[in-house]
């Protein structure tokens, strides 16, 4: 069964510094790998997507990367603002088309 | 663009009374889907529709049932409320036979039950 875990589960940073957030999974058996920003008591806002095929994916300041091999994907965000601030989930699609998700890492960008 | 919207944005219920949740798209999508989200968790399905016509169970299925109206409308039924089910209910579609399969989400509904 496949399982996506996210760590740390809370990270706090002053504003400027560069971070990587990080996802893991046990089956590499993934269709496509997505990220997404979650504001508090709000919905899901889509950052990126990754297909199986791909190794990486960039928008703006954020860029993911993808390593099927090895389960993992990483978000990097460069330059961070405190309006980055905000929980971000990782998801990968199976083989059903189905999204398992992770738990979220919580991000604070302090001023 | 309305993409998927829900109703109601929230709800209170006592245990044991019943509810329903509504789920609409109108990106012409065939599939839907049903989550709750719970503090310090990731999304769990609850139930999907491939496409009109058809239901299929997710993860955590039990005290739910579901319906799909027609392509467009995708419900969420509570028979009886349990304060287990307090959660946040979030609907989603996607296109099957797209290169990504990629779902989109609706605001979601935050439902207590006491």
């Known amino acids: 069964k496949q399982e996506v875990t996210q760590i740390p589960a809370a990270l706090s940073v002053p504003e400027g510094e560069n971070l990587v957030l990080n996802c893991s999974f046990t089956?590499?058996?993934?269709?496509?790998l997505q990220w997404f920003r979650q504001d508090p008591g709000k919905g899901l806002t889509s950052l990126l997507l990754i297909q199986s095929s791909q190794r990486e994916q960039t928008s703006g300041r954020l860029n993911a990367s993808l390593d099927k091999s090895s389960g993992r994907s990483t978000l990097y965000i460069a330059a961070s603002q405190p309006g980055d601030s905000a929980t971000y989930l990782c998801a990968v699609m199976d083989s059903n088309y189905q999204l398992i998700w992770g738990a979220g890492t919580k991000l604070i960008i302090k001023p | 663009n309305a993409g998927v919207t829900q109703t109601p944005k929230f709800q209170v219920l006592k245990t044991g009374q019943s509810m329903t949740l509504q789920c609409a798209q109108d990106?012409?999508?065939?599939?839907m889907y049903w989550y709750r989200q719970d503090p310090g968790m990731g999304l769990r399905l609850i139930y999907y529709s491939a496409s009109e016509g058809t239901t299929d169970k997710g993860e955590v299925p039990n005290g739910y049932n579901v319906s799909r109206l027609n392509k467009r409308e995708f419900s969420l039924r509570l028979e009886s409320a349990a304060p287990s089910q307090t959660s946040v209910y979030f609907c989603a579609s996607s296109e099957a036979g797209t290169k990504t399969y990629e779902q989109y989400f609706g605001p979601g509904t935050r439902l207590t039950v006491t």
């Open positions: 990106m012409n999508h065939n599939s």
């Open positions: 089956d590499s058996a993934i269709y496509n």
